[in-house]
């Protein structure tokens, strides 16, 4: 028996084929949009996905004024952060943080799914969100997803 024809092949920096993609959120569930997002960043949409190494692809998510959220989420789901002072505890509805801006509420959304480390914030580098239908990524030709087509 060829014992190296049993090898398994893991992805490092100099073999990984990274692309660039464009998603759609118009009409989209935040949470469904963000893990799906997230796994397109992290690469495990690919055959040769590798946990410990960047595989994934750069996705250009665009119309994010246009996201849904589910139930009472706009007002009951809150967005805790702290000041650093005593008694610094500040906080913010889905709907206030929409109001004052809708990219960071799909970017906290698609973090919170990544990895808490270095791999997870050099992956995080790979989103961009735009609110509405323009992106800066015209040069990359990325091409556009349809995540309803994905698992």
Wanted: hydrophobic share 35%; glycine share 8%.
């Amino acid at each position: 028996m060829n014992t190296l024809s049993y090898k398994t092949v893991s992805a490092n920096k100099a073999t990984v084929n990274k692309e660039w993609v464009v998603v759609d959120a118009d009409g989209q569930t935040l949470g469904r949009l963000a893990s799906k997002v997230a796994k397109l960043i992290r690469g495990k949409y690919k055959p040769n996905y590798t946990p410990h190494v960047d595989c994934g692809d750069n996705v250009v998510v665009i119309n994010a004024e246009k996201i849904n959220l589910s139930g009472k989420k706009w007002d009951e789901k809150t967005y805790i952060r702290h000041t650093g002072y005593p008694g610094g505890q500040r906080s913010l509805s889905a709907s206030e943080l929409f109001q004052k801006d809708p990219i960071r509420l799909v970017e906290k959304a698609v973090k919170g799914m990544l990895p808490k480390n270095k791999l997870g914030s050099a992956l995080f580098r790979n989103l961009y969100v735009y609110a509405g239908a323009e992106h800066n990524q015209e040069a990359q030709k990325p091409k556009a997803i349809n995540l309803n087509d994905l698992k």
